[in-house]
């Protein structure tokens, strides 16, 4: 399958990697380091392992979040966002919104796509274990989260839609609109951080829709 020219332009601003070894995932990094992981035939018969390794918040220097790439554990190559690094048979295509992963698939040549496996000491890797062991719960978390964001949502129209109609040449036309809604400001702050843990949720699980979960994905 052709690329397409952003397809193109994203794997012309992946770098060579520094080969340094993959350091270990550490389990207060659940929220701030993702580490997914697939493996590729390379040839011969022989296998390799090609790792992703975003962190959450960014260069210590530049603050500018970037992928690395590891092939069995060494740094081959690194990226800003959204990333797509050529590989044996296809490219690893990775994508992140605000509050976490968005995307990280392996793309074959043919256009069949494969999600990259989480390492299971990371959010999205313990996410996908109780989603495996409690099916049960782990759709109906999901099922508040997307309550919970449609609610943030709602929110977030209403109190955008009276600054905008007070513009004076909608306001001439379609008159002003007062939004109904008075809530308190505990209610406000409390609607806002079930948002963002329903955000949250929906990114270690790698979903995303554009409505939803729109925090400016990257």
Known sequence: MGASWNERRRERRVKPGDGKPLKPFRWWQMTRRSLLAIALPVGGGLSA?????????????????????????????????????????????????EVGMRRCHFVADDG???????????????????????????????????????????????????????IPAIAESWGTFESPLRLPVWLNVTLGLGAALGATERAMRMRYHWLLDSGAGT
């Open 49 to 97: 392992t090609y790792t992703v390794e975003v962190k959450h918040g960014g260069d210590p220097e530049t603050g500018v979040v970037r992928a690395r790439l590891y092939r069995d554990g060494l740094c081959e190559a690194e990226s800003k966002l959204p990333a797509r690094f050529p590989v044996p048979g296809g490219t690893i295509e990775v994508r992140r919104s």
């Open 112 to 166: 069949r796509e494969t999600r990259l496996v989480p390492d299971p000491r990371s959010g999205e890797g313990r996410r996908m274990n109780f989603a495996r062991e409690h099916p049960g719960a782990s759709a109906l978390i999901g099922a508040v989260s997307v309550v919970l964001l449609l609610i943030g949502v709602g929110l977030n129209l209403l109190q955008a839609a009276q600054p905008i109609s007070e």
